[in-house]
């Protein structure tokens, strides 16, 4: 008896334990947690939830979701947040940066609905540490996750707004092969969901990002290649199924979208790299935001590039001083 007293002891230490902050990678006041889900298809499942407090107690709060062939290292933005009064969380989502495991395909699902479980999971505990007005926010399928989430998850009080930064809205090709070409690897994605295929995505615009090329930027290459490799006709499936379901949206809360104001189609490096949104074609974004019903703002941004918060420092900076002014005039 007092041994079984014991074990139940060192389990339940264990599991207290696991759920405490730790250190980050990013140093600096950053701190994550590990979060558990039930084994997928592949195997075992984690998220992380990062975080970084502002200096003095606040109920607002963020919670930021990243794009793909990504993970969040954007530690600036978090410092904005802090310096308007804003405790900052974000996740890296299964399979992808801090999360990712040895056994998992990066990236790899098949239904944007896999990812509710975290996003559930991050808005508990945000809650939990006492913060009852929350922005959810993206970037490129991190917008596209974030803005289905708010589609159908109208319950929760504590989420007052939505920021969406470069939303992955739509793919990003010519027209044969966004209505023929991308609906057929959609439906054989049902039945062969690991097949493979290419991504699409020159290595410009991660050079025009890291430090160790041509941009200003440090963050593991390793976790956000410049490359980004081949992608699962599962994914291709769950991004075209999510696209078509988000739209004409009604949103419940006020929602700021913000874009380049170009898109860019370098054949060779020239500042079109540094200037405009060399991922996305930037008038899907707006024409799909305009379709949404709600408070909807859309704010295209001159000299922006896909994740706008790594645009050239007056850039990003004119970037913020658009999205706190939005968070004024909503009274968050």
Known sequence: MK????????????????????????????????????????????????????????????????????????????????EKGFDFYALDLRKYGRSYLPHQTFNNVRNLDEYNAEIDEALKIIAAENHNRILLAGHSTGGLITTRYMKYHTGNPNITGLWVNSPFYDFNMGFLAKKIGVPIISGLGKYYPDTKIGGGFSTFYGESLHKDFKGEWNYDLKLKPNANGKVNFGFIRAIHRAQKDIRNAELKVPVLVMHSEKSGYPKVWNEEVTSTDIILNVKDIHKNAENFKGNVTIIPVKGGIHDLVLSKKPVREKVYDELFSWLQKIDF
Do not use: C, W
């Not at 039930?38 to 990062?50: H, Q, R």
């Not at 107690?57 to 530690?75: E, R, S």
């Open 3 to 82: 041994n079984n007293f014991l074990l139940l002891l060192i389990f339940l230490s264990g599991f207290f334990f696991s759920q405490e902050y730790k250190p980050d990678i990013l140093g600096n006041g950053f701190e994550q947690k590990t979060l558990n889900f039930p084994n997928d298809y592949e195997g075992k499942v984690t998220a992380t939830i990062i975080r970084k407090k502002a200096e003095s107690p606040t109920h607002k709060a963020v919670l930021y979701i990243h794009g793909f062939n990504d993970y969040f290292f954007q530690a600036e933005m978090a410092e904005k947040f802090n």
